[in-house]
């Protein structure tokens, strides 16, 4: 049973850090993209960052500058590094990933697993 499970989510100040995790479970994920989405209250499900297999990265770009995204295949695990956070960024965060190989993509359809989200909460 494939898993993807996120952790590194809490309250953080403003113009602060956090760095999510996503732990992969079931089956490897290294010759696939790997991504991550948010959801705000009321909001719809955006993109925000995506890596491939050759760790080509893609980010939203509002969030560009802001979140750097990673992946180590030897843990089968991808990050989402968040600086200088706002209050805007608050969300659950998802980590999803595709089943086959093929090109990052910012649709949440084309993703196959997901998360279970982790909550992010950033206070001015």
């Known amino acids: 049973q494939v898993q993807l499970v996120e952790s590194g989510g809490g309250l953080m100040q403003a113009g602060g850090s956090l760095r999510l995790s996503c732990a992969a479970s079931?089956?490897?994920?290294?010759?696939?993209?790997m991504g991550w989405f948010r959801q705000a209250p009321g909001k719809e499900r955006e993109f925000v960052a995506a890596?491939?297999?050759?760790?080509?990265?893609y980010y939203a770009d509002s969030l560009k500058g802001r979140f750097t995204i990673s992946r180590d295949n030897t843990k089968n695990t991808v990050y989402l590094q968040m600086n200088s956070l706002k209050p805007e960024d608050t969300a659950v965060y998802y980590c999803?990933?595709?089943?086959?190989?093929?090109?990052?993509?910012?649709?949440?359809?084309?993703?196959?697993?997901w998360g279970q989200g982790t909550q992010v909460t950033v206070s001015s």
């Open positions: 999803a990933a595709r089943a086959t190989r093929g090109p990052a993509s910012g649709e949440s359809g084309a993703y196959d697993y």
């Open positions: 079931g089956r490897t994920f290294n010759s696939n993209t």
């Open positions: 890596i491939r297999w050759s760790t080509t990265t």
